[in-house]
């Protein structure tokens, strides 16, 4: 079993619709992270979250709003789904140890048309 | 703010041939991961280098790390079909906490028989 887990893998929707997407963890991590791939673009961090009380805005946040529900979950919303959010996404989590890299779910793709 | 850059974006090279992608960064840091990622795939770690001069060696990969330059390079001998893929770079930005991490856009590499 993958120790990152998003859900759903794929998803296609219509603009204007509220959109969650889910990612679980069994690394036992403290910090969980949302990224955003777009092709040629590398990725761009959204939020991140340290622990279940502590939430932070990414570099691209507008949006997107998330939710720590517990130390294993964390959770990507949109609230009303606009094309040019159609992207890769992908949950990562990390200890927070500078000598271990951050650790990737095997991502999202969403469409949004 | 931090800018990552890597060069080649796009490389196609001959199986048994050696090449070196670049990472350039603009400002101050001394943390330094590579990330492969295969098609439609997550990002798997290669190489986490955290002080000037380090060496990592994987196989046919090596990376290295020279922070006075502000550079880190992945030297690649003796390509084979494998390790067809892109490949990233992403910097330490949030001055040794390790929360935040500045990607470059990826080195896509083809390897031909």
């Known amino acids: 079993d993958a120790d990152v887990t998003q859900t759903p893998r794929n998803r296609i929707t219509k603009t204007g619709k509220r959109i969650m997407l889910e990612c679980s963890q069994t690394?036992?991590?403290?910090?969980m992270y949302w990224y955003r791939q777009d092709p040629g673009l590398g990725l761009q961090l959204i939020y991140y979250?340290?622990?279940?009380?502590?939430?932070n805005k990414g570099e691209i946040s507008d949006g997107y709003s998330v939710s720590r529900q517990a130390q294993a979950k964390f959770s990507l919303s949109l609230e009303s789904a606009i094309p040019n959010q159609t992207a890769l996404y992908f949950c990562?989590?990390?200890?927070?140890?500078?000598?271990?890299?951050?650790?990737f779910g095997d991502g999202t793709r969403l469409s949004i048309l | 703010e931090l800018k990552v850059e890597q060069n080649p974006l796009f490389l196609s090279m001959q199986e048994g041939k050696n090449y070196t992608i670049y990472c350039n960064y603009s400002?101050?840091?001394?943390?330094l991961y590579w990330y492969r990622q295969d098609p439609g795939k997550s990002l798997e770690s290669l190489f986490v280098?955290?002080?000037?001069?380090a060496v990592k060696q994987e196989g046919r990969l090596m990376a290295s790390l020279d922070t006075k330059a502000r550079l880190s390079t992945l030297h690649i001998t003796a390509a084979v079909h494998d390790l067809s893929a892109t490949y990233f770079c992403?910097?330490?930005?949030?001055?040794?906490?390790?929360?935040?991490?500045?990607f470059g856009k990826g080195t896509l590499l083809t390897v031909n028989p």
């Open positions: 990562a989590t990390s200890d927070g140890t500078v000598n271990q890299p951050q650790h």
């Open positions: 690394k036992g991590h403290d910090r």
């Open positions: 979250s340290f622990d279940v009380k502590d939430i």
């Open positions: 400002t101050t840091s001394d943390r």
């Open positions: 280098l955290l002080s000037n001069g």
């Open positions: 992403a910097v330490d930005d949030s001055g040794g906490s390790n929360y935040k991490l500045t």
